[in-house]
């Protein structure tokens, strides 16, 4: 099962839960949500640039201290495990990413991808 398919089950939303996969800035997502996946994208990708200024949008976006807290755990923790099978060559599992071709053709390029 793909983390879309978990996240659509649980959420009761297939069509967000697999928009998210290919790039949550196109996803019907509440406010407090796509803050807080810019703040996930940030801490991931450019963890030097994080800074108070990151932290101070997550409350005034309505997020509690500790709440900003167990995602900033959350997000490194993933950071990590991702980075321990990359780094040892794991493949993910059938299901847990789409092909390189659906990402591109579904934004992917936005981040960085080169056809």
């Given at each position: 099962?793909?983390?879309?398919?978990?996240?659509?089950?649980?959420?009761?939303?297939?069509r967000v839960a697999q928009q998210l996969v290919y790039d949550y800035r196109t996803a019907e997502l509440r406010f407090e949500d796509r803050v807080l996946c810019d703040y996930a994208v940030k801490l991931t990708l450019t963890p030097g640039q994080v800074d108070e200024t990151d932290v101070t949008v997550l409350r005034q976006t309505g997020f509690t201290d500790q709440q900003i807290t167990v995602a900033a755990q959350v997000i490194g923790y993933f950071n990590y495990i991702n980075r321990i099978a990359d780094g040892l060559g794991v493949d993910p599992q059938d299901g847990m990413q789409p092909s390189v071709e659906d990402w591109r053709a579904a934004k992917g390029r936005d981040y960085g991808v080169s056809r």
């Amino acid at each position: 099962m793909s983390h879309a398919q978990d996240f659509g089950r649980e959420s009761g939303n297939n069509r967000v839960a697999q928009q998210l996969v290919y790039d949550y800035r196109t996803a019907e997502l509440r406010f407090e949500d796509r803050v807080l996946c810019d703040y996930a994208v940030k801490l991931t990708l450019t963890p030097g640039q994080v800074d108070e200024t990151d932290v101070t949008v997550l409350r005034q976006t309505g997020f509690t201290d500790q709440q900003i807290t167990v995602a900033a755990q959350v997000i490194g923790y993933f950071n990590y495990i991702n980075r321990i099978a990359d780094g040892l060559g794991v493949d993910p599992q059938d299901g847990m990413q789409p092909s390189v071709e659906d990402w591109r053709a579904a934004k992917g390029r936005d981040y960085g991808v080169s056809r």
